[in-house]
Structure formats: structure tokens, C-alpha cells
């Protein structure tokens, strides 16, 4: 009875192990295999015709080359064309042979191993000026209503010196004389002869027909023993794949829990450390191997331990955000998402901890926020600057009218100037406030940016004059030209240089250079030897409104950084206290078609 058991059991395994092969799997190898071996038989069958089209071409020219020889002995025995007729007969007669046939370049055949067909025309579709001159022999196949088809072969004919009675004159041409390889005399061409050999194909044909059969045979074979060859394959993939599918699934689990980009700390029921990935050994800094079996509580801290004691059945996923130590006085936040492990039949082996570093998350939620708050004081600022202008136009009318009746005090004269001066200094500042608070609008087009640095350059010289500054340029690497809003960008310049004097003030050196770091960006840096700037003010400097400054409003390095990244750029500072600043505009080259510049340029 067990014995009946084992064989039904083996009986079903096989069975479920046929069934295991889905028929897309056969009709895919079928799909493979028949046009590999069709290309296979087809090409044994074109070479097969190759070979007996080459062996009829040289069984021609032999042919061919057998006749002239003989025709050269009679002609040295002053033969006549009695003679060479016999001889054509004479070589016809070899079997295989349908014809041999000597005609001149008008068609009319002067000797035929049929007597009754000399004086005939032949070949007449043929160019046979053409064909007299060859030296190579040429073939074509006939078509036979008797029988098998007729393969020629021709060329045209040579002899030796002297003429053969009764077929015309040598030809007084020089050049018609060509050099005998086999025996090395010389020979006369008669380019008014052409030979041609017929060749019975029937047998070839027969051959042909019998190696295709063959290799048809020979084909359909190498298929079947193909097609059971690739079925055995799949059947032993198949055994092998169900053998190693448990194996398959725990190496890429194992290769799934290393890798991924959170960390993952697995427990058994006693709270030993039993898995451990890559990202738990970054974030702890300790081996797989250090902790694997130790006790999860010497390992872990207290925020990851109190997560497996709150779990239970009516709640086995537990999530929260926690502020972890992990080792060397490092608190990170963490969140941390704890849960059971049960089988598939629901018995309980371990615990699973997953946790991902939410501190690139909180300085981005930092950032959107601190954004939001600008975007909130840049909407009220702008509001206010429109409030504001309005009695600024007002008092400077005012002012103006005052300066002119009171011309003659000069302490009224005084007072008025100092009232417009800052009336224009307000209109200035909320001048930039608005600038900044609106959606910024491009005027781009391709154009060369050294003239616009030699401009900004004009335009500070009196000012660097007055303050004993040294003006200093390196312009001598040759940039592309950039697709950009020229004023856009020399507004961006004027401030930065302005910036650098106004760090400069008892004198230094103000320098721009102009260079092309790769083949993506241009760089242009502007470099001054002033006073510096602090690492604690470094990072706030382009934030809006903040200044080091008495009068200046915070807004022009903010409005540079937004014009430089709305042509897709950026601007990097670095800068040491008491040796200087340097600021780096970085400009991206590309190609720039007239479509895309009439697109981005206003109409």
C-alpha cells in the first residue's frame, strides 16, 4: 500500500511538473527555432546551387580552354575550317555536352557541333561585339521544352599566331594581343569570335533536387532534435527553479533588507538582534556582525525598545516620531514604525523595526516655512509700498515748491534738499521692495557678457576713484556668448561690485574675472579685499531685508539671486573677516535656436 502511495505521488509530481510548462513556453521555442534552422537549410541549398552553377562554369571553361588548344595545333598543321568544324563535333561529343558552337559578331554560326546549323544566326540577343572581346568566361541558363534546361557558357574565342582558313583575317590591332599565362606565348585575340559551350543540366538538376531533399530532411531533423533539446532545458529550469525558489526569495529579501534606503532591526520573541541592514549599521555606526544574537536593549536605545512593548494584537503597527541618541552624542529624529511577525498560520516569531531619518525632512519643512513666511512679509511689504508712495510724491512736490520760493535762505535751501534726497531714497528702496515682491520678467537674447562687465565697470570707476580702489580684470579666456537679459544682468553686476566697494572703505583691490570652468556654465567672479563677512551673517545674506548696513535695505542681494536663478544660474560666496569676499556668478552655456529666441523675446 505505501509502495502504491509512493508511485501515485511520483505520478502526480510528474504530472504537475508536465503542467508546469506553459504552452506560450513551446510556441516560443518553436517560434525561435524554425527560423534558425529554415535560415540554415535554405542556406546548405543556396550554397548547394553555388557549387554546382561553379562546377558547370569551370566544366565550360575547360571546355572552352580544350578547344582552343586544339584549335592552335590544327593551326600550326594549316588546318582549314573543314578541320575545326570536325574538332567542334569531335569536342561535343564528351557527355554532358548539348552543344559547341563558334559564331562571329554578327550571330552567323561558321562552325556548330550540329553541321546542319552552320550559316545560322545565334545569339543574336546578345551583345556580341561585347562578348568577342571577353576574356572571362560568362554563363546564362536556357530554357529547354524538351527537356532539362541548357546552362552556356561563353567567352571569346583565342589562338595563336596565324590565321585559320576560311574564318577571316587577324586583327591588325596591337593592343588586341594578349600574353598566354599557361604556356607563355603569344596570342592573337580574333574579337570577331565567340565560343560557346552548351551544358546538358539534367543531371545537376537531379543532384540539386536530391541534396534539397536532404537538407529539408536534414533541417526538419536538427528541429525536432532543437525543439526537444530547448523542451528539456525549460523541463530542467523548471526543477531546478522549484528547487531553488525558497533560496531565490531569501536572497533577494536578505539583498532587498540591505539595501533599502531605510533602516530595518529585526528581534525574535526573546529580543535578540536577528537582522540588521546597511542603514541600521550607518545610522549606529556598529556592524551587522557586532550585534547579531546580543540582547536588542544593549544595543538600541530606549525610544526604539518601548515601541515592542506597546504592541499587541489589537494593534500590531505602532508609528511615531522620536528624537533618538545614536552613539558619539549624536540625537537625530527618527520616525520609527514597530510591528509583529507572524507565519501564515498566525504564530508569533519576532519583532520588526523600521526607521528613516527625518532630518533632511524637518530642514526642508523648515525651509517651506521660512519661505512661506517671506512670501507673507514680501505681499505686505509690497502692499505697504504702494500706500506709501503716494504722500512720498506728495512731500517731495512739496519740498521741490519750498526749494524754489525759499532759494534765497540757503538754511531753507539746505532743509529742502535733505527732504528730496530722502524722499528719493524712500522711492528708491520701495522701488527695490516692489521689484522683489513681483513676478520677475525676462527679456533674454544672445549676447556677449564681457561688454556688459566692462559697462558695470564704467559705472563704479568714480566711485572706486574716490575711495582709493584698484579696479583689476582677467578677461582673457575666451566664453561663449549666453542667452540673457543683458539689464537683468548688469543690474546683478553693479550690485555685487557696489557691494565690494562698499566693504573697501579705505581702499583696496575690486577684481573681475571671466572664465569657463566646463562646457556646461561661465563663471564670473568678483573678488574684493574688504573687511568680510562673518560665517554667522554668511548664510542670511541673501535672505530678504537683512543688512550689515545703516542704509542699505537688504533687498539687493535677494533681487540678484533671483535674476541670476531665473536664467538658470546660481551665485556661490565665500568670504573670510579681514581678507575679503568673493562672489561667483555661475551662467549655463546652451544652444539656443532663432524659434526658442523669438519665443522668449517680447513681440
Known amino acids: 500500500m505505501g509502495s502504491l502511495m509512493k508511485k501515485a505521488h511520483k505520478k502526480s509530481s510528474l504530472r504537475n511538473f508536465w503542467v508546469m510548462i506553459p504552452p506560450w513556453v513551446i510556441l516560443g521555442a518553436l517560434l525561435v527555432l524554425i527560423p534558425i534552422f529554415a535560415y540554415i537549410t535554405l542556406g546548405n541549398i543556396h550554397r548547394e546551387k553555388e557549387l554546382t552553377t561553379r562546377l558547370l562554369i569551370e566544366k565550360g571553361e575547360a571546355l572552352i580552354r580544350s578547344f582552343e588548344a586544339g584549335a592552335r595545333t590544327g593551326a600550326g598543321?594549316?588546318?582549314?575550317?573543314?578541320?575545326?568544324?570536325?574538332l567542334v563535333?569531335?569536342?561535343?561529343?564528351?557527355?554532358?555536352?548539348?552543344?559547341?558552337?563558334?559564331?562571329?559578331t554578327q550571330g552567323v554560326i561558321l562552325a556548330d557541333s550540329d553541321p546542319s546549323m552552320v550559316g545560322e544566326l545565334y545569339g543574336w540577343d546578345l551583345n556580341l561585339k561585347t562578348a568577342a572581346r571577353q576574356t572571362q568566361v560568362a554563363w546564362r541558363r536556357i530554357a529547354n521544352a524538351q527537356g532539362a534546361d541548357t546552362f552556356e557558357v561563353y567567352r571569346g574565342f583565342s589562338t595563336a599566331e596565324g590565321s585559320i582558313p576560311g574564318f577571316g583575317k587577324e586583327t591588325d590591332s596591337p593592343d588586341k594581343g594578349t600574353q598566354d599565362g599557361r604556356n607563355g606565348k603569344n596570342v592573337r585575340s580574333y574579337p570577331g569570335y565567340i565560343i560557346f559551350v552548351g551544358l546538358d543540366m539534367g543531371p545537376i538538376l537531379e543532384a540539386r533536387k536530391q541534396d534539397t531533399r536532404n537538407a529539408v530532411i536534414t533541417g526538419l531533423a536538427l528541429l525536432l532534435i532543437g525543439f526537444a533539446g530547448m523542451i528539456s532545458l525549460f523541463l530542467a529550469q523548471?526543477?531546478?527553479s522549484v528547487r531553488g525558489s525558497l533560496s531565490q526569495a531569501r536572497a533577494f529579501s536578505d539583498s532587498l533588507v540591505n539595501h533599502m534606503p531605510i533602516g530595518l532591526v529585526a528581534m525574535d520573541p526573546e529580543k535578540r538582534l536577528i537582522a540588521w541592514n546597511?542603514?541600521?549599521?550607518?545610522?549606529?555606526?556598529?556592524p551587522f556582525r557586532d550585534v547579531l544574537g546580543k540582547r536588542a536593549a544593549e544595543v538600541l536605545p530606549d525610544c526604539?525598545?518601548?515601541?515592542?512593548e506597546a504592541l499587541s494584537m489589537a494593534q500590531?503597527?505602532?508609528?511615531?516620531?522620536?528624537d533618538c541618541p545614536v552613539g558619539e552624542g549624536r540625537t537625530i529624529p527618527l520616525e520609527i514604525i514597530a510591528t509583529r511577525l507572524q507565519d501564515d498560520e498566525g504564530a508569533f516569531f519576532g519583532y520588526a523595526i523600521l526607521f528613516r531619518d527625518l532630518t533632511e525632512v524637518q530642514r526642508l519643512k523648515s525651509e517651506v516655512e521660512r519661505n512661506r513666511r517671506l512670501a507673507a512679509i514680501g505681499s505686505l511689504a509690497a502692499g505697504v509700498a504702494h500706500e506709501i508712495r503716494n504722500p512720498l510724491s506728495s512731500i517731495k512736490g512739496f519740498a521741490t515748491?519750498?526749494?524754489?520760493?525759499?532759494?534765497?535762505?540757503?538754511?531753507?535751501?539746505?532743509?529742502?534738499?535733505?527732504?528730496?534726497?530722502?524722499?528719493?531714497r524712500l522711492n528708491r528702496v520701495i522701488g527695490q521692495l516692489l521689484e522683489f515682491s513681483r513676478p520677475l520678467t525676462l527679456n533674454r537674447k544672445v549676447a556677449a557678457i564681457e561688454p556688459i562687465l566692462r559697462h558695470t565697470l564704467k559705472m563704479v570707476e568714480a566711485q572706486a576713484q574716490e575711495k582709493g580702489v584698484a579696479l583689476m580684470t582677467d578677461f582673457s579666456n575666451p566664453v561663449p556668448d549666453l542667452f540673457l537679459d543683458t539689464d537683468k544682468m548688469t543690474q546683478v553686476f553693479l550690485n555685487l561690485t557696489l557691494n565690494a566697494l562698499n566693504a573697501m572703505e579705505k581702499g583696496g583691490t575690486l577684481s573681475l574675472t571671466l572664465a569657463q570652468p566646463d562646457a556646461q556654465s561661465v563663471r564670473v567672479e568678483i573678488s574684493d579685499t574688504g573687511t568680510g563677512i562673518g560665517k554667522e551673517e554668511l548664510g542670511r545674506i541673501f535672505d530678504p531685508y537683512f543688512t550689515t548696513r545703516a542704509s542699505g535695505t537688504g533687498l539687493g542681494l535677494p533681487i540678484a539671486q533671483r535674476i541670476v536663478e531665473a536664467h538658470g544660474g546660481e551665485i556661490r560666496v565665500s568670504s573670510e573677516l579681514g581678507k575679503g569676499t568673493v562672489f561667483s556668478v555661475l551662467l549655463?552655456?546652451?544652444?539656443?535656436?532663432?524659434?526658442?529666441?523669438?519665443t522668449e523675446m517680447p513681440s
Do not use: H
Open 77 to 86: 598543321l594549316e588546318w582549314g575550317s573543314v578541320q575545326l568544324r570536325k
Open 89 to 104: 563535333i569531335e569536342t561535343a561529343r564528351q557527355p554532358g555536352v548539348d552543344y559547341l558552337i563558334l559564331a562571329d
Open 238 to 240: 523548471g526543477y531546478r
Open 278 to 286: 546597511e542603514t541600521a549599521e550607518a545610522v549606529f555606526g556598529l
Open 304 to 308: 526604539f525598545m518601548e515601541m515592542p
Open 316 to 322: 500590531p503597527i505602532l508609528e511615531r516620531e522620536r
Open 401 to 424: 515748491y519750498l526749494r524754489e520760493r525759499y532759494r534765497d535762505n540757503p538754511e531753507d535751501q539746505q532743509v529742502t534738499d535733505i527732504m528730496i534726497q530722502e524722499v528719493e
Open 588 to 598: 549655463p552655456c546652451r544652444e539656443v535656436s532663432s524659434e526658442q529666441i523669438e
